[in-house]
């Protein structure tokens, strides 16, 4: 089994920053995809960002792309997302999840361990 914990949410207003973390523990797959999504009140949990293994592989949403960035550290077994000109409509709580296969995947139903989520809040 995988845990996988959040860190770095918070209130910020819109134009300014944030990094979220998510450390991985426990029986960690080698090889495997990481990835960002986020879900606001009424909404459903919709896919940010993902990263291979090596991290030469990234891939975005269009909302947030030129915004954010995801990066890992392989020896911490964290991953990162970089989060610039925040907007009021990037508010939601943002989990991370990780998939035990080397190709990315979009849908939330293709990530096979979740983090309990962090909230982000973006003021006007």
């Known amino acids: 089994q995988v845990q996988l914990a959040e860190s770095g949410g918070g209130l910020v207003q819109a134009g300014g920053s944030l990094r979220l973390s998510c450390a991985a523990s426990?029986?960690?797959?080698?090889?495997?995809?990481s990835g960002w999504f986020r879900q606001a009140p009424g909404t459903a949990r919709e896919f940010v960002a993902a990263?291979?293994?090596?991290?030469?592989?990234?891939v975005y949403a269009d909302s947030v792309k030129g915004r954010f960035t995801i990066s890992r550290d392989n020896a911490k077994n964290t991953v990162y997302l970089q989060m610039n000109s925040l907007k009021p409509e990037d508010t939601a709580v943002y989990y991370c999840?990780?998939?035990?296969?080397?190709?990315?995947?979009?849908?939330?139903?293709?990530?096979?361990?979740w983090g309990q989520g962090t909230q982000v809040t973006v003021s006007s």
């Open positions: 999840a990780s998939r035990e296969r080397s190709s990315i995947g979009y849908g939330a139903n293709e990530y096979d361990y």
């Open positions: 426990g029986r960690i797959f080698s090889n495997y995809v």
């Open positions: 990263i291979n293994w090596s991290g030469f592989n990234t």
